[in-house]
Nanobody, 113 residues
Framework: QVQLVESGGGLVQAGGSLRLSCAASRSIFSINTMGWYRQAPGKQRELVAAISSGGSTHYADSVKGRFTISRDSARNTVHLQMNSLKPEDTAVYYC???????WGQGTQVTVSS
C-alpha cells in the first residue's frame, strides 16, 4: 500500500499560480504512472495530468501549456505546477498512483475572477 498526501491548494486570483505537492508514504520508483485528477462541484472527476516512471507526460487539453507535472522519485513526491489559473480550474485536486489505484484525500483549489 501507499498513502498519498496532497498539499499546496488554496485561494488564488485568476492569472495566478499554485504548486501542488503529493507526498507518498513509500517509494514511488516502482509505480508506473502517477497523476493528478480534479473534481468540480456537480462534475465528474477528470484526469488533469499524468506522468510515467520514464517521465512521459499526458495533459488534459484544458490545461496544456499552463500546467506541468513532475515527479521526484528520490523524495517520493509528485508536483503539479499550475500557472495562468482560470476560475474554471476551481476544483478539489487529487493525487493518484494511477497504475495501482491509490488516491489521496484531495486539496481544494479555488480561483477567483
Amino acid at each position: 500500500q501507499v498513502q498519498l498526501v496532497e498539499s499546496g491548494g488554496g485561494l488564488v486570483q485568476a492569472g495566478g499560480s499554485l504548486r501542488l505537492s503529493c507526498a507518498a508514504s513509500r517509494s514511488i520508483f516502482s509505480i508506473n504512472t502517477m497523476g493528478w485528477y480534479r473534481q468540480a462541484p456537480g462534475k465528474q472527476r477528470e484526469l488533469v495530468a499524468a506522468i510515467s516512471s520514464g517521465g512521459s507526460t499526458h495533459y488534459a487539453d484544458s490545461v496544456k501549456g499552463r500546467f506541468t507535472i513532475s515527479r521526484d522519485s528520490a523524495r517520493n513526491t509528485v508536483h503539479l505546477q499550475m500557472n495562468s489559473l482560470k476560475p474554471e480550474d476551481t476544483a478539489v485536486y487529487y493525487c493518484s498512483a494511477i497504475s495501482q489505484g491509490y488516491w489521496g484525500q484531495g486539496t481544494q483549489v479555488t480561483v477567483s475572477s
